[in-house]
Each structure stands twice: as structure tokens, then as C-alpha cells.
């Protein structure tokens, strides 16, 4: 079974540009997971889905970030406009509905740098 | 509101040796800990998970015991390898309305030296 996607693996933008970072769940998962990386902050939850339908939005991310998920293979994480401290590693990950002790598998992450 | 705490941020040690990594939580639910393993520029994949106090929870040379009584899931190896050298998560999940949120620490980069 393939495990999470995500494409792209780099981006490098413009401050002020809008990028779209893009992840496909393990097939059969429900919920799925966006968070950004960084050294100082960790792990940080951006947004999650349970069945497609929007559970956490991420507080204070909901300014410039908006994760989508059209559909039960496919998400997608949109920041606009990109500002310098956005750069950072994202990663999405999935895991099986409804079960708090579920193992969360992550994807090989994209890396943002917004210049 | 609930927290994992990781006090290291780094531990650097020479192959053979043997490590501790800490975690301790706070949680007003039952809890239910996991550790996180993420090798440069790889995904982080669970190491290890437990939800049962006191009970020793062992998977690729690693274990940890969940303590209850004093809020801890520390890592644990008897001899570290090269290999080992990654960042190490640890998380937790609380038996809630929210139990889909796992929270994760900061994390530890474990550095094994020749």
C-alpha cells in the first residue's frame, strides 16, 4: 500500500505570493492531519479533517492558511499571501477514523521558503 | 489544557552508551503516549505507543513504561547505535470529545557519536 503523498517535496516563493502544497492520505484513512514543522515551534496542528469534513481549523492560522479536502483521497493546504515566516517544513499525515490511539502516518513533508 | 513536555533538546552520546529521553504530559483524561522517530529529511513513524501504566512497551531495541502516577513515557535503550541518531517525538492523546487531537512535544535530537 502506498503511504502519504506530498507534492511538492520544495518550494521556494515570493513574499506575498500564494502557494498550494498538496497530500494524498493512505488509502482508507479518514482523518487526515497538517502541520508545520519547525526547529523552535516543533510540530504545530494546522488543520484536521475526519471525513472530509473540517474538525480543527488551527486558531491562529486561519488568517492566511486554508486547508481543503475535495475529496477522501486528496487535501490541499493554501497560504496567502506567503510571508518569510512561513518558512518551514509541512506535513500532512493520516490516520484510521475515530480512534484516539490510532497511529498517524506522515508523509515525506514539503519544504517552504518564502524569500 | 494538555502538554507534553521533552526537557532535552539535544542529547549527544558515543555508540554503545545508554539513553534516556524524557517525557512527561499533563492530562486531565486517560492518557495514551506515543513515540515518534523522524531520520534526516525522512517522516516521522511511530516507535512506540501505551496506553497501560506500568507496563513496559518494548519495538526495535527501544522501550518505555508509562507511569500514571507520575505522569512520565520516557525512552529508553540499552545501547545506542549509529542509527539512532534522529529527532525523537513524544505525544500524547487524551480519551475526549478531542481524542482525534494528539499533541506533540518539541521533540529530541538524539546524536550518537563513533
Known amino acids: 500500500d502506498a503511504g502519504v503523498t506530498q507534492t511538492p517535496r520544495h518550494e521556494v516563493a515570493e513574499k506575498g505570493q500564494t502557494i498550494i502544497l498538496k497530500c494524498e492520505p493512505v488509502s482508507g484513512h479518514n482523518d487526515l492531519f497538517w502541520y508545520r514543522q519547525t526547529k523552535i515551534q516543533g510540530l504545530e496542528l494546522l488543520s484536521y479533517f475526519r471525513s472530509k469534513s473540517l474538525m480543527e481549523d488551527g486558531g491562529a492560522f486561519k488568517d492566511r492558511f486554508k486547508a481543503e479536502m475535495l475529496n477522501s483521497s486528496f487535501s490541499t493546504l493554501k497560504i496567502q499571501p506567503t510571508e518569510p515566516k512561513d518558512s518551514a517544513v509541512y506535513l500532512c499525515?493520516?490516520?484510521?477514523?475515530?480512534?484516539?490511539?490510532?497511529?498517524?502516518?506522515f508523509g515525506p513533508g514539503t519544504r517552504l521558503t518564502v524569500l | 489544557g494538555d502538554s507534553v513536555t521533552q526537557t532535552e533538546g539535544l542529547v549527544t552520546l558515543t555508540k554503545g552508551l545508554p539513553v534516556m529521553l524524557n517525557c512527561t504530559y499533563q492530562?486531565?483524561?486517560?492518557?495514551?503516549l506515543f513515540w515518534y522517530v523522524q531520520h534526516l529529511n525522512e517522516a516521522p513513524k511511530l516507535l512506540l505507543k501505551?496506553?497501560?501504566?506500568?507496563k513496559r512497551t518494548e519495538h526495535q531495541g527501544f522501550y518505555a513504561t508509562l507511569h500514571k502516577s507520575s505522569s512520565s513515557f520516557h525512552l529508553q535503550k540499552s545501547s545506542v547505535q549509529l542509527s539512532d541518531s534522529a529527532l525523537y517525538f513524544c505525544?500524547?492523546?487524551?480519551?475526549?470529545?478531542?481524542?482525534?487531537?494528539?499533541?506533540f512535544g518539541k521533540g529530541t535530537h538524539l546524536h550518537v557519536l563513533p
Open positions: 499525515a493520516s490516520s484510521q477514523q475515530g480512534q484516539f490511539y490510532a497511529e498517524q502516518f
Open positions: 492530562t486531565t483524561y486517560s492518557p495514551f
Open positions: 505525544a500524547l492523546s487524551g480519551l475526549d470529545t478531542n481524542a482525534y487531537k494528539v499533541i
Open positions: 501505551s496506553s497501560t501504566d506500568n
